[in-house]
């Protein structure tokens, strides 16, 4: 849950998710939806996908104890070189270095390594140097201060260096250039993503289907939806969804940033088509239960009457779905 969330937004979830899922067992037998509805609000849904592989895989391999070996580790779905290093030596107190982005500025500063962050030559200096670092007694007491040390002392902008422990012994500090390293990674100008999206409505119940594969929204409900281009979006749906009427009307538009990609989601209204496969009428505050990315559940409370656009018309519901996430 800490990969990519800060602490403060992870610790109810994390308390809320333990009582659910006490244990690996209680974990792999839940449903993919269960584990997705208890992490919705969390978003990078890959690892909730991947947290229940891998409880599926102690379960099955190693009689639902966490295996203390690393390269059974390695071996789980979803641990990839940091996890293996955090849970090996942090639960197992075993000598495995691990590097996320708070120990990469650290060592970087320490020790004066040039590059840019996210260099596959820089990130080899940096795992090699934790590596050799993490020897000793306590390992999983090194990682953690290390993290701990970027994120509170050493961080990205305004560090605090006179409160460092290691000042005297920091390379970039030395040469005046704490500012400068590690060199910023180029960042990507975020994708522009537009979907056409049919609400369907029956009762005071909508029309979900589950989003297939393990890309971006993977094993999610929402409801029916096409990628398209601006303008298109009438003859997208139709083309993706046959089975939708004839009569669609617009309720307006919902733009939401993550993180690669700017997403504009248009909504319209659909007269009663035959369901396909797979797909669920849910109540709002059956969806609240259910794994529902943070743009659907704000396309959701469109569509529910908890936002009525010019034109649109509310759908009324007992109760509507949560904005948090």
């Known amino acids: 849950m800490l990969q ?50 891998a409880a599926e895989a102690v379960v099955e391999r190693h009689g639902g104890r966490l295996p203390d070996d690393v390269d059974a580790l390695r071996a789980l779905p979803g641990f990839g070189r940091y996890t293996v290093g955090a849970v090996a030596s942090i639960a197992l107190g075993r000598e495995v270095p691990l590097v996320d982005g708070n120990v990469a500025r650290v060592l970087a500063r320490l020790f004066g390594i040039e590059g840019v962050t996210g260099e596959a030559s820089h990130e080899r200096q940096l795992w090699s ?17 290390l993290m701990e040390l970027g994120a509170t002392v050493c961080r990205p902008e305004q560090p605090t260096c006179l409160l460092c422990p290691v000042r005297a012994h920091c390379v970039a500090l030395a040469r005046g250039r704490v500012g400068e390293i590690p060199a910023p990674k180029v960042r990507t100008a975020r994708r522009a993503l537009h979907l056409a999206v049919a609400a369907v409505r029956k009762g005071d119940t909508v029309l979900l289907v589950r989003r297939h594969g393990t890309g971006l929204f993977g094993g999610l409900w929402e409801l029916p939806g096409v990628e398209c281009t601006p303008g298109g979006e009438i003859d997208a749906l139709r083309a993706r969804w046959p089975e939708i009427g004839d009569t669609l009307r617009p309720l307006g538009r919902v733009k939401r940033t993550l993180t690669h ?17 797979g797909a669920r009428w849910a109540t709002a505050q059956e969806i609240e239960s259910m794994g529902v990315s943070a743009a659907m559940q704000a396309v959701l409370r469109r569509v529910f009457g908890a936002e009525t656009p010019q034109g649109g018309r509310p759908w009324r519901s007992s109760r509507s779905p949560r904005s948090r996430g």
Not at 129 to 145: E, F, H, T
């Open 4 to 53: 990519q969330t800060q602490v403060s937004v992870v610790v109810p979830y994390w308390t809320a998710f333990l009582a659910r899922f006490p244990d690996v067992g209680a974990l792999a037998r839940a449903s993919l939806d269960q584990v997705l509805a208890a992490w919705r609000g969390l978003g990078y849904y890959a690892r909730a996908r991947n947290l229940k592989r």
């Open 129 to 145: 140097l934790a590596g050799a670092l993490v020897r000793g007694q306590r390992p999983g007491d090194w990682n953690q201060a």
């Open 261 to 277: 990609r700017a997403l504009t989601l248009e909504v319209y209204e659909v007269d009663g088509p035959a369901p396909p496969e």
